[in-house]
DNA sequence: TTAAGTGCAAAAGCTTTGCGGGTAG
DNA sequence: CTACCCGCAAAGCTTTTGCACTTAA
């Protein structure tokens, strides 16, 4: 993410905290931008790691809370995969996934057809839609390719 | 799920395991049955708990394993949701999902409107796309009853 | 017969919790 | 000031691994 984008989500998330009453700590902030560094959908350990380059006092419990802070928050999203770990997005923003159901990556895929998609009616749900995403599940380039080597054999 | 799909989507397993000489072990379909009668994207954990009665020599390795064998042949899918456990999915067919922010559960949700959407074209990406889902993010019920709970305190 | 599958026990990995001390507002 | 937050250590889950035994085909 370039740095103006980044200076203006920072921002942004110093606004909520005082709307909300949440304090504005040296850590969460340092969470924040490894977040928002960290292009790919990280797991509490990568964003561990990079937060430890900088600010090495940085617990790694400290790391989870801010998380769930951050996404509670909405400075952050919590993104949804195939895999067992919770992985978060720097994104807040509309957009998609291409999930490989062989690996578990995902990437992010643009998409304008699927931004403008209607959200449906699902009040007889009792649920309250704010957003979506759609996510094309399939295999990878590297798991074809993986497949074929296996088929050759 | 009713009888008579399930004793199909029992026999499609058997068929499967035929063309990729994969063996059909009792514990398989043991825990194949469980997940398909388990309708609500169960963990491997549930998926334990509910073969246990039926089978309780079955070992909880042998779940994750299995588990694992059944979606890599398609007989189930894994579920995408923001979670940190690994979930799974009874259905195979096209569908979506309502997903809580708040707690992290996540609902199937029925739509022709979304079924209809086109698969864009995802070459570039090196992605072979096979499917997809939509992710209706927001809040549950009980997270909305229990938001406004918080707020009148 | 025999390679794939299973059970067991143990290890490894991820996440949460409790608590004393620190600090933003 | 003081309620909220953090670091530390430890516990609690979930998932994987290695190996000897069993079994479907």
Known sequence: ???????????????????????????????LEAVLELDNHPTADDVFSAVSTRLPTVAKPTVYRTLEHLARVGAITKACHPGNVARYDSRVDLHHHLVCLHCNQFVDFENETLDGLAIPDTSDMGFEVTDFRVQLRGICRSCQARAREGDSK
Chains 1, 2 share one sequence.
């Open 1 to 31: 993410m370039d740095d103006s984008s980044k200076r203006d989500r920072i921002q942004r998330y110093r606004q909520v905290c005082r709307e909300l009453g949440e304090r504005c700590t040296a850590q969460r902030l340092v969470i």
